[in-house]
T-cell receptor, first 111, second 112 residues
Framework: QQQVKQSPQSLIVQKGGIPIINCAYE??????FPWYQQFPGKGPALLIA?????SEKKEGRFTISFNKSAKQFSLHIMDSQPGDSATYFCAASIGTYKYIFGTGTRLKVLA | DAGVIQSPRHEVTEMGQEVTLRCKPISGHNSLFWYRQTMMRGLELLIYFNNNVPIDDSGMPEDRFSAKMPNASFSTLKIQPSEPRDSAVYFCASSKTAYGYTFGSGTRLTVV
């Protein structure tokens, strides 16, 4: 019940495309859902986060959609660029420190 | 702000040797986390400190692993004795609140 399932494992899109990464969870006690972006040789960096009281959050070209009833949330990257090529992790926490991370999605944006 | 600083960046050691990884959190952050990242298991929380006190070490794999935080600006993760299965990237992260970690660049450990 503590797992966060992330898909797909990898994704290739053309420049300008809209990659979508999905995550699902079971534990309804989770109340914070961040997304992290990781470039090779670097640590994960917080990209955007959402709480379950809103259904969508946008920050620049990045959008989180949240479906509380389905226990799913997803990351959309608008007008994707080659510089967005990275590994993306979703996570969930229960109002404390302990993030449960998804397994990651390796995104490649072709020029 | 220099971010979370980890050292060394890379460590290669022989099986059975002691390994010490170091972390300097962001000044003013009161929570510190040690994570391990592998292809098979992804990102795993090893231990969490709050105000220099270990709060949850349930993720520490076994007694060979130990972590300390003697003050607000320094933490260590020690593996003794090291084994090949300990090979991974170890991340330190810090946070001012329960939300929004800042990760360091990690230490890539290889045990041969």
């Amino acid at each position: 019940q503590q797992q966060v399932k992330q898909s797909p494992q990898s994704l290739i899109v053309q420049k300008g495309g809209i990659p979508i990464i999905n995550c699902a969870y079971e534990n309804t006690a989770f109340d914070y859902f961040p997304w992290y972006q990781q470039f090779p040789g670097k640590g994960p960096a917080l990209l955007i986060a959402i709480r379950p009281d809103v259904s969508e959050k946008k920050e620049g070209r990045f959008t989180i959609s949240f479906n509380k009833s389905a226990k799913q949330f997803s990351l959309h990257i608008m007008d994707s660029q080659p510089g967005d090529s990275a590994t993306y992790f979703c996570a969930a926490s229960i109002g404390t420190y302990k993030y449960i991370f998804g397994t990651g999605t390796r995104l490649k944006v072709l020029a | 702000d220099a971010g979370v600083i980890q050292s060394p960046r890379h460590e290669v050691t022989e099986m059975g040797q002691e390994v010490t990884l170091r972390c300097k959190p962001i000044s003013g952050h009161n929570s510190l986390f040690w994570y391990r990242q592998t292809m098979m298991r992804g990102l795993e929380l090893l231990i969490y400190f709050n105000n220099n006190v270990p709060i949850d070490d349930s993720g520490m794999p076994e007694d060979r692993f130990s972590a300390k935080m003697p003050n607000a600006s320094f933490s260590t993760l020690k593996i003794q004795p090291s084994e090949p299965r300990d090979s991974a990237v170890y991340f330190c992260a810090s946070s001012k609140t329960a939300y929004g970690y800042t990760f360091g660049s990690g230490t890539r450990l290889t045990v041969v």
